[in-house]
Nanobody, 120 residues
């Protein structure tokens, strides 16, 4: 079973930056998509960004293109995915969740979430 540990949320002023990190372990295969979702108060959870293990293809939601960047680092038994968030806006305020879509087992895993608050 994949385990996810998130870190890096917090309070920042508009225009500032934050870096979210997610350490993932326990993969049963090397075919997965790892990334971030977020859920703002009163809104549905939405995909923010993700990266494919097979070819490194990345996805960014339109609302964060040009401001956020996703990267991953593969060490022995652990994958760390970083979401660098720049030029933050008040509307980026949300709980950010790390997610793994393990293709071989058709299983989705979720982290507990980390709160990002952007003050205007």
């Amino acid at each position: 079973e994949v385990q996810l540990v998130e870190s890096g949320g917090g309070l920042v002023q508009a225009g500032g930056s934050l870096r979210l990190s997610c350490a993932a372990s326990g993969f049963t295969s090397d075919n997965y998509i790892i990334g971030w979702f977020r859920q703002a108060p009163g809104k549905e959870r939405e995909g923010v960004s993700c990266i494919s293990s097979s070819d490194g293809t990345t996805y960014y939601a339109d609302s964060i293109k040009g401001r956020f960047a996703i990267s991953s680092d593969n060490a022995k038994n652990t994958v760390t995915v970083i979401l660098q968030m720049n030029s933050l806006k008040a509307e980026d305020t949300a709980v950010y969740y790390c997610n793994v879509d393990e293709r071989a087992t058709h299983t989705n895993y979720w982290g507990k979430g980390t709160l990002v608050t952007v003050s205007s």
